[in-house]
T-cell receptor
Framework: AQSVTQPDIHITVSEGASLELRCNYS??????LFWYVQSPGQGLQLLLK??????LVQGIKGFEAEFKRSPSSFNLRKPSVHWSDAAEYFC?????????????FGTGTRLKVLA | NAGVMQNPRHLVRRRGQEARLRCSPM?????VYWYRQLPEEGLKFMVY????????ESGMPKERFSAEFPKEGPSILRIQQVVRGDSAAYFC????????????FGPGTRLTVT
């Protein structure tokens, strides 16, 4: 069965420090992978996506992620965190018997940024 | 180009009442998806609709929940006889016709059942 695991529930980093948020996935075929960010009381904004091709994906706001098959991971990185990056981050995989529309989300990682 | 719109943003209902959540997809999008986010959890898929068709409702509870996407107007998620466990954030997403896999999410409706 398809699944997404985000091992870290909370992460705290200092402003200016580097960031890596972990995402492990389980999916039989080539997955469609996404990272979304959710600010308090807001909807989800797409940071980046992987469908195929280059395994290093660049997104908005200076984020990037690297697709790996073994072990299966799609970790999100940012070289220097800004205070405005404090939010909750969700990794998702597109799944479904007839397509990839049924997104499966991880439980999220809440990022706190120290000034 | 307006994004996905949902209303109301906040909805309070007493136990036993009905909740109606509306979603207007992005212009040009004909596919709508509903997800539910319980407190401290990730989003869970509920249903996938195209105009006048339910494509996949495998994530919908068997009772009290229904969804529609009529030919004209917004998609509606309807919850009858709400219970406290229905309190959650309900997100709608939309995507263009087949071939695109990226879903665009609305701001969500936060339902509180008292």
């Amino acid at each position: 069965a398809q699944s997404v695991t985000q091992p870290d529930i909370h992460i705290t980093v200092s402003e200016g420090a580097s960031l890596e948020l972990r995402c492990n996935y389980s999916y039989g075929a080539t997955p469609y992978l996404f990272w979304y960010v959710q600010s308090p009381g807001q909807g989800l904004q797409l940071l980046l996506k992987y469908f195929s091709g280059d395994t290093l994906v660049q997104g908005i706001k200076g984020f990037e992620a690297e697709f790996k098959r073994s072990p299966s991971s799609f970790n999100l990185r940012k070289p220097s965190v800004h205070w405005s990056d404090a939010a909750e981050y969700f990794c998702a995989v597109g799944a479904g018997t007839s397509g990839t529309y049924k997104y499966i989300f991880g439980t999220g990682t809440r990022l706190k940024v120290l000034a | 180009n307006a994004g996905v719109m949902q209303n109301p943003r906040h909805l309070v209902r007493r136990r036993g009442q009905e909740a109606r959540l509306r979603c207007s997809p992005m212009k040009g999008h004909s596919h709508v998806y509903w997800y539910r986010q319980l407190p401290e959890e990730g989003l869970k898929f509920m249903v996938y609709l195209q105009k006048e068709n339910i494509i996949d409702e495998s994530g919908m509870p068997k009772e009290r929940f229904s969804a529609e996407f009529p030919k004209e107007g917004p998609s509606i998620l309807r919850i009858q006889q709400v219970v406290r466990g229905d309190s959650a954030a309900y997100f709608c997403a939309s995507s263009p016709p087949p071939g695109a896999n990226e879903q665009y999410f609305g701001p969500g409706t936060r339902l509180t059942v008292t």
